[in-house]
């Protein structure tokens, strides 16, 4: 069995909400954390249509198991609460360095001593992280994809700080909420899925942003030439535009500013988010 028993986890955005639900499916009692109650109440409304997905779509979640994984979950605005007995924090706030350094400065100091923080963030390095923990040893990534029902990966990645069983610890955790853990034995920005699928999208969104081609001709495009299920556009409206903003916003490169830009003008200042507010790029459900 983990060593871990009582699960925190901070922040209920899509994938947020998905790495609480999925560990309270697997049989943990989680504590999802998020900054005031309309937050929480959004993660309710979260939390209930996973609960009905995996009852009809996920093994084993049917006969009441998907609606017992609710009653494992509890809601916190309050921090120092939300993370007073807790065995392992998954952090999942927004993916900007100043926000999350905050919140591991706040953590430090409300967390038990024996606590392991887990970062889900999806281009920091936990390096650039690691001094505001307070307990270098007890943090690593724990790097999620989304919909973590079906793309199960778990991608754990330390520093060169963090102890050896403390990352055994965090691969069996992985193990037993049901996902494949992805061993990463050197910091890489991206780790391994995001190291290949950033640069796929990002080729992507130059396509659009110089007016090239639109986004259901790529898609269209890349689905015929490769087979593949979904295109870059596609996948940027289940990742979500807020995520794909603040990653081109951040980015150096022009490019990236540029369909930060738009994303911003075109999108994200509509309400068109993705898939978890019914537009982005698309239309949902499509038909």
Known sequence: MSEFTRITVLGTGVLGSQIA???????????????DDAALDAARQRFTKLADLYAKDVAG???????????????????????????LVIEAVPEKLEIKQET?????????????????????????????????????????????????????????????????????????IGMVPIEIHKEKAGYVLNSLLVPFLQAASQLYAQGIADPETVDKTWRIG?????GPFEIYDVVGLTTAYNISAASPDPAQQEFARILKERFIDQGKLGVATGEGFYKYPRE
């Open 104 to 176: 591991y400065e706040k953590l430090a100091a409300a967390a038990p001593e024996r606590t392991v923080f887990a970062t889900n963030s999806s281009t920091l390095l936990p390096s650039s992280l690691v001094e505001f923990t307070g307990r270098p040893a007890k943090f690593l990534a724990l790097h999620f994809a989304n919909k973590v029902w079906q793309f199960n990966t778990a991608e754990v990645m330390g520093t060169e700080k963090t102890d050896p069983e403390v990352f055994r610890s965090v691969v069996r955790f992985a193990e037993e």
């Open 61 to 87: 979640g049917g006969d009441g198991k998907a609606e017992e994984a609710l009653g494992r979950i509890t809601y916190s605005s309050d921090l120092a609460e939300a993370v007073a007995d807790a065995d």
């Open 226 to 230: 490769t087979g593949a299920p979904a």
């Open 21 to 35: 639900y999925q560990t309270a499916f697997s049989g943990f009692d989680v504590v999802a954390y998020d900054i």
